[in-house]
């Protein structure tokens, strides 16, 4: 993982506007949900500064944070479905 953080390290700009997180991340992270996060004090203060009204992301620090809350997706099972009860409603 990273290996993920050093690429975002070198393709994002060092302070960034917070609504460009959604397009600069893929989607991978939401404006809208960093800033419950922000308000609920999840997230340390000095990932981001302001400048007027607009609040921008630090990105060393935001990715220092985001880092740490990434975790290796769990394996898919290959193991065949079970075949629902005879009677019972299958999903559709």
């Not at 993920?4 to 070198?10: D, G, P, T, V, Y």
């Not at 607009?54 to 394996?75: E, G, I, N, Y």
């Amino acid at each position: 993982m990273q290996d993920i953080i050093k690429e975002l390290r070198a393709a994002w700009p060092p302070i960034f506007a917070g609504t460009a997180i959604d397009d600069l991340s893929g989607g991978a992270v939401r404006w809208r949900t960093i800033q419950n996060q922000r308000s609920r004090r999840e997230i340390p203060e000095d990932c981001f500064i302001r400048s007027g009204t607009k609040v921008l992301v630090v990105r060393d620090q935001f990715l220092s944070w985001w880092a740490q809350t990434l975790a290796p997706a769990t394996p898919v099972s290959t193991s065949p479905r079970r075949k629902p009860a005879p009677g019972s409603q299958a999903a559709a």
